[in-house]
């Protein structure tokens, strides 16, 4: 079930306080004052032909019991708060969210390196968001790092923060660790952004249209010219053939070594 090459360790809340010397040079979405070049729009259209792999494990009994049921459930392992040390968040700094209406696609603009840990990057990334800015949390509600894993960010019963002009409420967001602008987004990532996306839509009874990359609704460069690219062409199909049997989400509980 874990994961290999997972390089996560579960700390105690409050732990989080250790190795925080990289938050400093961190940064989530650049408010760009530019307006990005060559927007291009994200209007997914639902299309019947793609071949989409999604990233996603058969569990041992969950396949349905309905005698039409040609497909198997299948799930989405997501890594818990715990998994990347994060802190606790402060509830009286967010806002209840709004129906989702929209599900929403950021980067965290910070190249990836060789040898950086996600867990690392998202510490930074809460420190930055909670001491700086004055969030309750980290600003998004998924994270996706280059290896594919998924991990939880803020509870999606809260609203998004964001420093740019468009209202987070009724968004879910997801962050793709590193900035695309100049990086390609792993094959391994952007599977799961699209299991990720299809199973956020089902569940929130949302189709392919309701999708966004920022800047789509703000001006900013986030989440990058290249994965914009992607999100506006080929992740349609990708998320059409994966809608068809959307994946259930699980919060893994053992997280790998
Ligand atoms: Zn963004």
Known sequence: MARSGAVLTPHATGAAALSLSIAVSLS??????????????????????????????????SASAHSDAAEVARTLDIQPRQAWGARKSIEGRMRKNASIRWVTIHHTAERNRANSRASD???????????????GDVAYHYFIAPTGIIYEGRDPRFTADTATEYDPAGHITISMLGNFESEQATTEAKSSMVNLIANLLSSHRLTANDVRAHRDVAHTLCPGKLLTAYLAKEAQTDIASALKSPSILRVVSNVAP
Request: charged share 20%.
């Open 28 to 61: 989530s979405c650049k408010e760009a004052a530019n307006t990005p070049q060559d927007a291009a729009l994200l209007q997914p259209v639902a299309s019947a032909s793609a071949s989409a792999a999604p990233k996603v494990e058969l569990p041992p009994s």
């Open 121 to 135: 990057v998202l510490r930074g990334i809460q420190t930055l968001h909670v001491e700086t800015k004055k969030w």
